[in-house]
């Protein structure tokens, strides 16, 4: 797949805490998975403080994303692949 940041992503909370983009993906997104530190996404290794709530929608996975020295991100990226991939797993 790839490093995240070649993908095509939109941005939807940025220098987040772990919390918020928990409680983003809680409060907003239907469909909803909670997944361990260390979970594989998009060929990278998602870090945070559980639970890390990942969101789909549609096509989409909306995810927490920490870049060190950067903070953390919630990206929403379209990939049909990776959501079947989440659904498998769970």
Known sequence: M??????????IL???????????????????????????????YIIG????????EGDAVIFPYTKPCHGSFLLRIECSDEVNRLRRKR
């Open 49 to 56: 403080i559980p639970p890390i709530l990942v969101g789909i």
């Open 14 to 44: 940025s220098h987040a805490s772990f919390k918020e983009c928990r409680d983003y993906v809680k409060e907003h997104f239907k469909e909803r998975y909670e997944v361990d530190p260390g979970f594989k996404i998009f060929d990278s």
């Open 2 to 11: 790839g490093c995240i940041e070649e993908l095509k992503y939109e941005t």
